[in-house]
């Protein structure tokens, strides 16, 4: 993490709260410009280049942000990234904000690892324990590793809460090897 990409973020968010701008949406937008960014290397060349003028890159990017339907804000956001040299750090700077985002919504990442696939109703019902140990709300993402034989291991930022089969099996081999 760079503190050049966390000042823009949190001044971007800051745009976004005085604005009253849809975070989400405006997240989205900055994604989809990342995309198409990364997706043409004429367009890198063009908006990187010293030697086009200033006029002529914001026209390009005007272009952009009209097919992407991109808000006023999000354009004049990237627009300063351009004139600060900075769109090289667009990646981290979406990250950045995003987590920044996330923050001031009251929204948790968790990474929950079960044995086997959960149904929906199964889902719901962890998330919304998970919910309550990361004290708001969360997003969730799931992954399956057979190896803990059952239950689950959610992990929400640097925390982690082991409920595994293989977790409880190895505290009773400690316990059995120690007695």
Do not use: C, W
Not at 94 to 106: M, N, P
Not at 163 to 173: D, T, V, Y
């Amino acid at each position: 993490m760079s503190v050049i990409a966390l000042r823009y973020a949190h001044a971007f968010a800051s745009v976004v709260a005085s604005q009253k701008l849809d975070a989400e949406a405006a997240q989205q937008q900055l994604r989809d410009f990342r995309e198409t960014l990364k997706g043409s290397r004429e367009l890198q060349e063009v908006l990187a280049d010293p030697a086009i003028a200033r006029e002529q890159k914001l026209k390009v990017l005007d272009a952009i942000a009209g097919k992407i339907g991109m808000v006023s804000q999000v354009r004049n956001f990237i627009a300063v990234i351009m004139d600060h040299d900075r769109l090289g750090d667009l990646g981290e700077i979406l990250d950045e904000y995003h987590a920044v985002a996330d923050e001031g919504a009251g929204l948790s990442e968790a990474e929950i690892v079960s044995a086997r696939a959960l149904n929906e109703e199964d889902r719901i019902a962890l998330e919304s324990q998970v919910a309550k140990l990361a004290g708001g709300r969360v997003r969730a993402t799931y992954r399956e590793d057979p190896s803990l034989l059952g239950g689950a291991v959610v992990r929400i930022g640097s925390k982690v809460y082991d409920g595994s089969i293989r977790a409880q099996l190895e505290r009773l081999k400690q316990r059995l090897v120690s007695a």
